[in-house]
T-cell receptor
Framework: DSGVTQTPKHLITATGQRVTLRCSPR?????VYWYQQSLDQGLQFLIQ???????AKGNILERFSAQQFPDLHSELNLSSLELGDSALYFC?????????????FGQGTRLTVV | DAKTTQPPSMDCAEGRAANLPCNHS???????VYWYRQIHSQGPQYIIH???NNETNEMASLIITEDRKSSTLILPHATLRDTAVYYC???????????FGAGTRLTVKP
């Protein structure tokens, strides 16, 4: 158990809909990272938050948005869903943004768009 | 472009050492090198990291060349449960570059 909690574990929704994925980082971790992993593909970095502020942005679509709340949990919002958005979405957290801290990953949310 | 390159796949016999290479010739002097692995579709798991000295923990050893242009992750006695995709990344001093490449798919064979 990494200490990072993602909910829900599974989500099935229709095209055009909007969903929210939630991530609770490990206690004390200030940084949160989001990743998308399509079937048999690599981990695509989406976005990073540090203590409530966006720190780095990767290949995140405009239909996707994220935020980190004062209690440090984070949400990834996916809207106007398409079939190609079906993927595993992982969240990771680390203590802080400096270079000597490892990240811990949750078990992911499997999103299926039908 | 990713700052690290790894071979796409490797095989290893069960019980033997698995040596996974990673090239990171463009990283700066204060950037750590991290290794993670992902077993099937589980969340990636942290293995080890280092800056310039060799490191060892209960999971693996990390050998970093003196010029820091490459490193090798060593699993001393590979088991079937070590079959996974192994990722080497250099996230930058502020961990602002947590991009993962394609990694190396290690298959441990009986």
């Amino acid at each position: 158990d990494s200490g990072v909690t993602q909910t829900p574990k599974h989500l099935i929704t229709a095209t055009g809909q909007r969903v929210t994925l939630r991530c609770s980082p490990r206690s004390g971790d200030l940084s949160v990272y989001w990743y998308q992993q399509s079937l048999d593909q690599g981990l695509q970095f989406l976005i990073q938050y540090y203590n409530g502020e966006e720190r780095a942005k990767g290949n995140i679509l405009e239909r996707f948005s994220a935020q980190q709340f004062p209690d440090l949990h984070s949400e990834l919002n996916l809207s106007s869903l398409e079939l190609g958005d079906s993927a595993l979405y992982f969240c990771a957290s680390s203590v802080h943004g400096a270079g000597n801290t490892e990240a811990f990953f949750g078990q992911g949310t499997r999103l299926t768009v039908v | 472009d990713a700052k690290t390159t790894q071979p796409p796949s490797m095989d290893c016999a069960e019980g033997r050492a698995a040596n996974l290479p990673c090239n990171h010739s463009t990283i700066s002097g204060n950037e750590y090198v991290y290794w993670y692995r992902q077993i099937h579709s589980q969340g990636p798991q942290y293995i080890i990291h280092g800056l310039k000295n060799n490191e060892t923990n209960e999971m693996a050893s990390l050998i970093i060349t003196e010029d820091r242009k490459s490193s090798t992750l060593i699993l001393p006695h590979a088991t079937l449960r070590d079959t996974a995709v192994y990722y080497c990344i250099a996230p930058g001093y502020n961990n602002n570059d947590m991009r993962f490449g394609a990694g190396t798919r290690l298959t441990v064979k009986p």
